[in-house]
């Protein structure tokens, strides 16, 4: 049998990827009692995993105890788009000189299945593959303050961004990724 922290810790890196990948809406209510079945596991797990996200801004915790994913209000929406201009440009030109060609391989397979999954209408793999993407990127310069405050925010506005996903899938999307790529290889 796994240990509670093993436990806890799998529940709360599979939430956070729901959410990063937007498969809650904003508002949604998540049932401990569903996520504990759903893992096998306990309440005790869970709840530790809840707190976390919690903490992270990324679930609410109501007083009466329920949970549920922020609603997303124009004024929160403002926030997180502007966490994420003032924190993505600064941390990809901090990882940039750390790119190396190991790294833009798995970006350049990052973007092939992101596009593949867009292509195909898989908007759960499309996100994953996005979030992947640009983290890759993150993370190449090991920054211990950008890399977890831009995870935080991306936990909550996954849910926000999976919704404009939806509503784009009869737009024609410019690739900023392609671009991104190309101003890699360029130095």
């Known amino acids: 049998m796994r ?16 959410l990063i990948a937007g498969r809650f809406k904003p508002g949604t209510a998540v049932s401990l009692r569903g996520i504990a079945s759903s893992f096998a596991v306990g309440l005790m797990p869970v709840r530790e ?12 915790v109501r007083r009466n105890g329920r949970v549920s994913v922020p609603d997303l209000t124009q004024p929160r929406f403002e926030e997180l788009m502007q966490a994420r201009l003032q924190l993505e440009p600064p941390c990809a030109r901090w990882a940039l000189p750390f790119v190396d060609a190991e790294c833009l391989a798995r970006m350049e397979a990052f973007d092939a299945t992101m596009n593949s999954s867009y292509g195909s209408g898989n908007a759960d793999a ?22 977890p405050l831009l995870e935080s925010v991306w936990m909550q506005f996954g849910p926000f961004m999976r919704s404009v996903y939806d509503m784009s899938e009869t737009t024609a999307i410019v690739d900023k990724h392609k671009m991104a790529l190309e101003a890699i290889r360029r130095h």
Request: net charge negative; proline share 0%.
């Open 49 to 60: 995993a809840i707190n976390r996200l919690a903490g992270e801004r990324a679930l609410e």
């Open 3 to 18: 240990d509670l922290a093993t436990q806890q810790q799998q529940v709360y890196q599979t939430l956070r990827e729901q």
């Open 126 to 147: 499309y996100m994953l593959e996005n979030y992947r993407f640009h983290f890759e990127l993150y993370r190449a310069g090991g920054s211990q303050v950008f890399v």
